[in-house]
């Protein structure tokens, strides 16, 4: 049963694949890539759980948390053009 459903993530992740190459905007390409990220995540659970390593759970938790900020910082990037404040703004000469 869970060997089926990690055939069935891999599919997810070929067909996500697919949709980030042919995105025609850059978020079509970001979403890609979280739904990427999010189901190598749920992979590494599925795997976690049929090796008997329980410990790999918390390695995808992490890498999921690494996802979601990753993600957030790519679209703040593309949408300001900068990723913070450069501390210079309302300094006087």
């Given at each position: 049963m869970?060997?089926a459903?990690?055939?069935a993530l891999l599919?997810?992740i070929?067909?996500a694949?697919?949709?980030?190459?042919?995105?025609?905007?850059?978020f079509?390409?970001?979403?890609?890539?979280?739904?990427?990220?999010?189901?190598?995540?749920?992979l590494?659970?599925?795997?976690g759980?049929l090796?008997?390593?329980?410990?790999f759970?918390?390695l995808?938790?992490?890498?999921?948390?690494?996802?979601v900020?990753?993600?957030?910082?790519v679209l703040?990037?593309?949408?300001?053009?900068?990723l913070?404040?450069?501390?210079l703004e309302?300094?006087?000469?």
């Open positions: 869970f060997a459903a990690a055939i599919v997810t070929a067909l694949l697919a949709r980030g190459a042919l995105g025609p905007t850059v079509d390409r970001v979403q890609a890539a979280n739904t990427v990220g999010t189901v190598a995540m749920l590494l659970s599925v795997l759980f090796n008997g390593r329980p410990d759970l918390d995808a938790i992490v890498y999921g948390l690494l996802n900020i990753g993600t957030i910082a703040k990037y593309f949408r300001r053009g900068n913070g404040d450069t501390g309302g300094k006087g000469p």
